[in-house]
């Protein structure tokens, strides 16, 4: 059986002398593994359409429940080699990639998280090289369902401004108190950090192109989202998806 898709590179790891194994998201398989012949060789018709974070129509052939597929046909949609080439923006990529391969499993299909991707890639390669990967973030888990709770908090609704990762959300300083958790585990967030995830999480995603926020924000927030992602996996990230 051959099915045809689009996909976007997201890890690739040598198989064999001149084979590779490619791990794509896909549009409509989700994260899928793909055996790839001879890629490494020179003259290679896949030429250099295997590179991380290329956006290809490719063709499998195999079983549609197959754990390995044969890669037959890859085509260009855009490269993104202006990213590839930026060490920092290559960073927040493999960051990226590897939120991605953490929470959503191979096999399940997200048509939602590839088009937030291809959304994300188009931003960084326009110029907008930090918004991306943290539009990428926010939304990506929000349509996970591992959303941290950030705009009041949690147990009350008030206002609050510290963020408890063993909560996952914003917790007001009377409700620390009454659950036992300690003000200095929190993590600071302030006003603009809490306004800008709203608007990161709410907004037409076409529109969170235009957001430009201050550094210190963005750092802010990262820092929190980041925190929030490790105690939800329990380890931390090799490579955290946003450098501000």
Not at 76 to 93: A, F, H, K, N
Not at 142 to 168: D, I, K, N, V
Request: one cysteine or more; proline letters at 5%.
């Amino acid at each position: 059986m051959l099915t045809r898709t689009e996909g976007i590179v997201l890890r690739t790891f040598p198989y064999g002398e001149a084979d590779l194994l490619v791990t794509y998201l896909t549009r409509d398989l989700g994260v899928k593994k793909a055996f790839a012949k001879s890629p490494r060789k020179v003259g290679s018709r896949f030429g250099g359409s295997l590179e991380p974070f290329t956006h290809a129509t490719i063709s499998l052939l195999g079983r549609e429940d197959a754990p390995l597929p044969r890669l037959t046909q890859s085509d260009i949609i855009r490269s993104y080699q202006e990213l590839r080439e930026d060490y920092r923006t290559l960073l927040g990529l493999s960051g990226m990639a590897e939120l991605t391969l953490n929470f959503l499993h191979e096999g399940a299909r997200s048509p939602g998280a590839f088009q937030l991707l291809v959304h994300a890639l188009g931003m960084m390669a326009s110029g907008s090289g930090t918004m991306g990967p943290l539009v990428y973030q926010v939304r990506f888990l929000r349509l996970m369902g591992y959303a941290p709770r950030l705009t009041a908090c949690a147990r009350c609704g008030g206002r609050g401004r510290l963020f408890h990762r063993s909560q996952g959300a914003v917790v007001c300083g009377g409700c620390a108190r009454s659950m036992g958790l300690r003000e200095e585990e929190g993590l600071d967030l302030s006003e603009g950090s809490r306004r800008l995830y709203h608007t990161l999480g709410t907004w037409e995603l076409e529109k969170t192109a235009r957001v430009n926020a201050p550094g210190g924000l963005v750092s802010e927030l990262a820092l929190v989202l980041n925190s929030h992602v490790e105690h939800t996996l329990a380890r931390r990230l090799r490579t955290a998806p946003v450098f501000p």
